[in-house]
């Protein structure tokens, strides 16, 4: 599965949410047309309400678009798969379930689990909790928590790889010690990564494309290549001025821009 | 102990001598406090002893020995008890010698009550006998009626998990389909709605009326409690399973029946056993009117049956068989929910 390229394409996709008490419908998310590709890593950002969310449960297969489509390869998605692992702002990790079992729990599913007990060995390994092996969830911090979950998704070495606001729920160290870790797994097995963020910089030191996103009615506003070499330097000029351009184009840039 | 602290040694530190080395070191006169504790029990049982020996009794007494010795017998029970803990100490695990130290005072009491119990019927007569009836005619009757006594408590234990296993089967079965099917929850709803607060025991006079064998109808009494305590736990417990599980599950390739049974049952177990529990205590409750009311057989009936023959020492033989029963029942039931939820430990603050 490693080497499968994929083309992950939307196509007019628009998605409305009818409001639970009043008759008003959300807009979350409105024509958008994009392609995605293996080796990219997409970066959704913008400020709350844009749809960034909604785009990626959408690629998920949790929910389905109101019109427009959305295809894997030409095949239509309909429902999650196994296939578009993907990583929740909460590590929703399986409290009865030991860090192994967690993590062999998508194995489990498909009947996989027998013969494939070292993939699980060697997740555990990757993220460093030998000693966490038996333990149950309630047991691990907040950034063990999150690694469990990001490798319970990549056991089936999925073609493609969601991530909704997976690191914003930790602190600023480790946080930034996470964003290395999914990137060095990303470049290792090039596959496509789409990550929800709400944090510019993140979205700029991770991306090779960022999708910047406006909310009311929630749409794509900007689609800006990050054209820098990994691993990027938070403080260089070329950084600093991706972060003003899309501030800019979110309009939050600091005193003296006019819009 | 201070070698134990160099830096080398604290990197390899088990979670046990890290315990052992932030123990308070206690003051010697604390030590000789602990170890004084730790024996009192034997002081208990001796003042027993000579309560039950040296006071002269008030009213007539038969087979004096069978209460001695089973007085003797507790405090041999005690110093087995010791021995094993000491064993252990020594092994150096001080688990179960502190677990004793903290429940010595407790033994002690118990003892001090047999004697003060002893002291106010047989030896005068404050509490009337045969009404109360002393420690010894007490123990005396369970001895004579060993046979009955073990007979009952057959019958009442396997009344009571028949109906119990019945009704919680079912019971998990109606709760985890109700909380997942909206349909089957329309529909079985109401039933709760309207049967939910009625007790159990109403139905005995009814069951007494139709059905055919009271033993079958004891039987449908405790699994019709079972049932209802089951179904409403088991049931709030799968529809309140966390969406974002769901979610997270059919990403990793969980089918839809995979969703019930590797998510929202697990999920709903701490409700679920919520449920057994009240079950059991249910269970307990229904069995004991059952047998009281109608079934001719089981502890229940022989507590009444002893009462109408005026036999009240064989009476409270069998209230202590049933408090007994209850209690392990209760505490095996605790133990099995207590290793199924380990995973619990941290969750709950």
Redesign the interface.
Known sequence: MENTKVELKLENVSKSFAKIETDEVTHALTSVTTTMESGEFISLVGPSGCGKSTMLRLI?G?INPTTGKLTVNGEEIE????D???M?Q?A?L?????VKDNIA??L???GKLKGNEDKVENMIKVIGLENFRED????LSGGMAQRVALV??LI?EPPIL?LDEPLGALDAFTRMNMQDEILKIWQEKQQLAVMVTHDVDEAIYMGTRVLVMDAHPGRVIADIPIDLPFPRDRGSREFVEYRIDILNKLHFAGKGAKE | MANATDTKDLQNLTRKQLLELERKKKTKLQLWADLIIFFLPFLGGLVAVLEYKLIPDNSRNANPFVYEYFLYILMAAYAVYSVVSMITLNKGNRDMIDKQRYRAPLFTALFLLFAGYDYLTLKTGILTQPFVPCLNFIANAFWRERETILECTIHTLYLLFLGYFIGCILGLITGITCGYSKRCRYWVDPIIKFLGPIPTSTWIPIIMVVASSLFGGAVFIIALGSWFATTVASMTGIAHVDKDYFEAARTLGATNRQLVFQVAIPHAMPNIFAGLTQAMSSSCTAIMIAEMLGVKSGLGWYMNWSKSWAAYDSMFAALFVICIIFTVVTKSLEAVKRHMLRWQIGVEK
């Open positions: 998920a949790l429902k999650p798969a196994p578009r692992g993907m929740f909460k929703t399986f409290p009865w379930l030991t729990f998508s489990k599913m498909q149950y969830p309630a047991q319970r998704s089936n969601l």
